[in-house]
């Protein structure tokens, strides 16, 4: 079984920068695509960005595009989350989640992921 732990939130100055980790514990991380999600107060959480398995494929929803990059090490069993010119609106509690690679249904479907970090939270002041 894979557990997944965030790392790396905190709070910045809008135009600022975070980096967040997740690191999985198991030896099947190589078999997952990976996805990263926010849940703002009053928010149902959404999809920030997803990685495929080979570290070929990445999406990101449309704020974050050309702001995030999300990368993987399959290595050291790591996924990452680069955050540049953070917004106030990216406020957000920050979670790592991972799915099976053969699952079919598009990324952004919070409930095809399996498995769940327990989040970090990120804050961007204005």
């Known amino acids: 079984q894979v557990q997944l732990v965030e790392s790396g939130g905190g709070l910045v100055q809008a135009g600022g920068s975070l980096r967040l980790s997740c690191a999985a514990s198991?030896?099947?991380?190589?078999?997952?695509?990976m996805g990263w999600f926010r849940q703002a107060p009053g928010k149902e959480r959404e999809f920030v960005a997803a990685?495929?398995?080979?570290?070929?494929?990445?999406d990101y929803t449309d704020s974050v595009k050309g702001r995030f990059t999300i990368s993987r090490d399959n290595a050291k069993n790591t996924v990452s989350l680069q955050m540049n010119i953070l917004k106030p609106e990216d406020t957000a509690v920050y979670y790592c989640?991972?799915?099976?690679?053969?699952?079919?249904?598009?990324?952004?479907?919070?409930?095809?992921?399996?498995?769940w970090g327990q989040g970090t939270q990120v804050t961007v002041s204005s």
């Open positions: 989640a991972a799915r099976n690679w053969f699952v079919r249904s598009p990324y952004a479907e919070v409930k095809s992921y399996a498995l």
């Open positions: 198991g030896r099947t991380f190589s078999g997952l695509n």
């Open positions: 990685i495929d398995s080979s570290g070929i494929t990445a």
